[in-house]
């Protein structure tokens, strides 16, 4: 992990464009997206979370914004990138206004990335019980029934915050029941094998293809001083797992979510919920018809921004 070479890419657009393009590059495998918008260097800051990071203007665009976006240098860095652009430019089709759309890349370092994440990383309040927090910060909770989870944003994975990880914990907050057994497909940071632990969860297996998501969710888990709740295995999907969950939850992309809902069927307990994240707006019909050709029951849908998450039950 620590020699690991990351990439900035930085796209000077407007703010009409923040949306959209951010989540060209989430879907792109960025983890963080950082806009640096001119007018936040005017907004009063609430400083009750300690320590307070002055911006620079010169930092910032004179007009219009930066989006910045963090990507690992891999053989096919170059492939991404141009995808990327081509993403971007196709919004123009769209009719959204993409303003200079001046790309730039820069090599980062581990090192110096910690110390640019803690500008932009507060405290956040997901959902009616749970908080996600910085490991760095010394939050204090606000009642006994809020729940916090902490996280140290390694740049895989980003802070816990995006919209497919808040719909997917609301969902398990709606729907986990104390001493399920549940997997976590694509655990990432472990942000939802933590959640559920939290939630009163007894066992969560967590699964991820990518090694450093199965050293991240196992560095989480202690920090959260769950680990013994949590077994985390490097697998691809669910092949070759055989477990009766009582919940599953995925928080993928749609394209992957697809390949193994027949798996998904076959893990879960008669009455026992799939809940799926890190779909798109545009995918959603195809999602729900293949949960309901498996035979699942669609429970509930939910929306935030462009993202949606589908909560399934096995009939």
Same mark, same amino acid.
């Given at each position: 992990?620590?020699?690991?070479?990351?990439?900035?890419?930085?796209?000077?657009?407007?703010?009409?464009?923040?949306?959209?393009?951010?989540?060209?590059?989430?879907?792109?495998?960025?983890?963080?997206?950082?806009?640096?918008?001119?007018?936040?260097?005017?907004?009063?800051?609430?400083?009750?979370?300690?320590?307070?990071?002055?911006?620079?203007?010169?930092?910032?665009?004179?007009?219009?914004?930066?989006?910045?976006?963090?990507?690992?240098?891999?053989?096919?860095?170059?492939?991404?990138?141009?995808?990327?652009?081509?993403?971007?430019?196709?919004?123009?089709?769209?009719?959204?206004?993409?303003?200079?759309?001046?790309?730039?890349?820069?090599?980062?370092?581990?090192?110096?990335?910690?110390?640019?994440?803690?500008?932009?990383?507060?405290?956040?309040?997901?959902?009616?019980?749970?908080?996600?927090?910085?490991?760095?910060?010394?939050?204090?909770?606000?009642?006994?029934?809020?729940?916090?989870?902490?996280?140290?944003?390694?740049?895989?994975?980003?802070?816990?915050?995006?919209?497919?990880?808040?719909?997917?914990?609301?969902?398990?907050?709606?729907?986990?029941?104390?001493?399920?057994?549940?997997?976590?497909?694509?655990?990432? $940071? /472990?942000? @939802?094998? !933590?959640? +559920?632990?939290?939630?009163?969860? #007894? %066992?969560?297996?967590?699964? =991820?293809?990518? &090694?450093?998501?199965?050293?991240?969710?196992?560095?989480?888990?202690?920090?959260?001083?769950?680990?013994?709740?949590?077994?985390?295995?490097?697998?691809?999907?669910?092949?070759?797992?055989?477990?009766?969950?009582?919940?599953?939850?995925?928080?993928?992309?749609?394209?992957?979510?697809?390949?193994?809902?027949?798996?998904?069927?076959?893990?879960?307990? $008669? /009455?026992? @919920?799939? !809940?799926? +994240?890190?779909?798109?707006?545009? #995918? %959603?019909?195809?999602?729900? =018809?293949?949960? &309901?050709?498996?035979?699942?029951?669609?429970?509930?849908?939910?929306?935030?921004?462009?993202?949606?998450?589908?909560?399934?039950?096995?009939?």
């Amino acid at each position: 992990m620590d020699d690991m070479k990351w990439t900035e890419i930085c796209i000077h657009t407007t703010n009409d464009a923040v949306e959209p393009i951010s989540n060209i590059l989430h879907e792109a495998g960025a983890s963080g997206v950082v806009i640096e918008d001119p007018k936040d260097l005017f907004i009063d800051r609430d400083t009750s979370f300690g320590e307070v990071f002055e911006l620079r203007s010169e930092d910032y665009p004179k007009e219009g914004v930066y989006l910045k976006a963090y990507l690992p240098v891999t053989s096919f860095l170059a492939e991404t990138v141009e995808e990327i652009k081509q993403s971007i430019n196709a919004l123009i089709e769209f009719d959204f206004d993409i303003g200079h759309n001046q790309v730039t890349l820069s090599e980062v370092r581990e090192e110096d990335w910690a110390t640019a994440w803690k500008k932009y990383y507060k405290p956040i309040n997901i959902s009616k019980k749970i908080t996600i927090t910085p490991t760095w910060e010394d939050y204090i909770p606000r009642s006994d029934q809020e729940l916090v989870i902490e996280l140290d944003p390694g740049m895989a994975f980003g802070t816990g915050t995006h919209p497919t990880t808040i719909l997917s914990i609301q969902a398990l907050e709606a729907y986990l029941q104390k001493n399920d057994t549940v997997i976590d497909v694509g655990c990432g $940071s /472990g942000v @939802l094998s !933590i959640a +559920s632990v939290l939630l009163g969860a #007894k %066992k969560v297996h967590a699964y =991820d293809l990518d &090694e450093i998501a199965v050293k991240s969710t196992s560095v989480n888990a202690k920090v959260n001083k769950v680990d013994d709740q949590i077994d985390i295995k490097q697998n691809n999907l669910l092949n070759n797992v055989a477990i009766q969950a009582d919940v599953i939850v995925s928080n993928i992309l749609a394209e992957i979510i697809v390949r193994f809902i027949s798996d998904a069927w076959n893990n879960l307990r $008669s /009455g026992g @919920l799939f !809940i799926t +994240s890190g779909i798109i707006q545009n #995918k %959603k019909t195809t999602v729900i =018809d293949a949960l &309901e050709v498996q035979g699942f029951e669609i429970v509930e849908i939910n929306e935030l921004e462009d993202w949606v998450s589908i909560t399934a039950k096995k009939k």
